[in-house]
């Protein structure tokens, strides 16, 4: 069963706007992680977030978390074309040890 | 930059077909995992090792899966018989608590696994 639900589904921009994702949860978590994923291929790693955290930035990325919502954010400012992919929050949970449990994901679409 | 390593990156079967994927973790990453991700869906786990040992295989249909970590680094997925079902994404993390002081899970490229 998956634990994150990413809205939207799929989001087309512009370069150089700004893209933001969010995703749901259900249970407690120690963490949570975003990762992207062109099309095909494999995950690559993003950003980390504890729970006793509630903003991290890394580039340009900026990722937010209210464990009281269970809620997080992804923000992609001044979008590019390589950033078109899907991209993935994933959660721990408790019963489920150290593997992670992924959302659908939102499909980013950059056009130039 | 370390990488976990895939093989075969496509693979096109027919049903009642037997396959293996193979992966091979980063040095010195005790914990691997193995997913299947369906097309427009997020990757869900099917076996997680730590070391040569099963941590996890809950999810993991027994009955025509096997996975194995004999020596505690790279690992064999096998399906037999493959199912037209079994189409899908099969991929192979890898994470060490040592590695950031979290379980930061780095992916392989992923098998491509059609089914006909």
Same mark, same amino acid.
């Given at each position: 069963?998956?634990? #994150?639900?990413?809205?939207?589904?799929?989001? *087309?921009?512009?370069? #150089?706007? !700004?893209?933001?994702? !969010?995703?749901?949860?259900?249970?407690?978590? !120690?963490?949570?992680?975003?990762? /992207?994923?062109?099309?095909? /291929?494999?995950? +690559?790693?993003?950003?980390?977030?504890?729970?006793?955290?509630?903003?991290?930035?890394?580039?340009?990325? $900026? +990722?937010?978390?209210?464990?009281?919502?269970? *809620?997080?954010?992804?923000?992609?400012?001044?979008?590019?074309?390589?950033?078109?992919?899907?991209?993935?929050?994933?959660?721990?949970?408790?019963?489920?040890?150290?593997?992670?449990?992924? &959302?659908? &994901?939102?499909?980013? *679409? +950059?056009?130039? | 930059?370390?990488?976990?390593?895939?093989?075969?990156?496509?693979?096109?079967?027919?049903?009642?077909?037997?396959?293996?994927?193979?992966?091979?973790?980063?040095? &010195?990453?005790?914990?691997?995992?193995?997913?299947?991700?369906?097309?427009?869906?997020?990757?869900?786990?099917?076996?997680?090792?730590?070391?040569? *040992? +099963?941590?996890?295989?809950?999810?993991?249909?027994?009955? $025509?899966?096997?996975?194995?970590?004999?020596?505690?680094?790279?690992?064999?997925?096998?399906?037999?018989?493959?199912?037209? &079902?079994?189409?899908?994404?099969?991929?192979?993390?890898?994470?060490?608590?040592?590695?950031? #002081?979290?379980?930061?899970?780095?992916?392989?490229? #992923?098998? /491509?696994?059609?089914?006909?």
């Amino acid at each position: 069963s998956q634990q #994150g639900e990413e809205d939207p589904q799929a989001l *087309s921009i512009q370069e #150089g706007e !700004n893209a933001t994702m !969010n995703c749901s949860y259900k249970t407690s978590i !120690n963490n949570l992680q975003w990762y /992207r994923q062109n099309s095909g /291929r494999g995950l +690559v790693h993003l950003i980390l977030i504890r729970s006793n955290e509630r903003e991290k930035h890394s580039g340009r990325l $900026r +990722v937010t978390l209210d464990t009281s919502k269970k *809620s997080s954010s992804l923000l992609i400012t001044a979008s590019r074309a390589a950033d078109t992919a899907s991209y993935f929050c994933a959660t721990d949970a408790p019963q489920a040890g150290t593997a992670l449990i992924f &959302g659908k &994901g939102t499909t980013l *679409s +950059v056009s130039s | 930059e370390a990488e976990v390593a895939q093989s075969p990156r496509y693979k096109i079967t027919e049903k009642s077909q037997a396959v293996a994927f193979w992966c091979d973790p980063i040095s &010195g990453h005790a914990t691997l995992y193995w997913y299947r991700q369906i097309l427009g869906q997020g990757p869900e786990l099917l076996v997680q090792f730590q070391d040569e *040992s +099963v941590v996890d295989d809950s999810q993991l249909p027994k009955d $025509r899966f096997s996975a194995e970590r004999l020596k505690g680094v790279d690992s064999t997925l096998k399906i037999q018989p493959a199912e037209l &079902g079994d189409s899908a994404m099969y991929l192979c993390a890898s994470s060490s608590w040592a590695d950031m #002081g979290t379980d930061t899970q780095y992916f392989g490229p #992923g098998t /491509r696994l059609t089914v006909l």
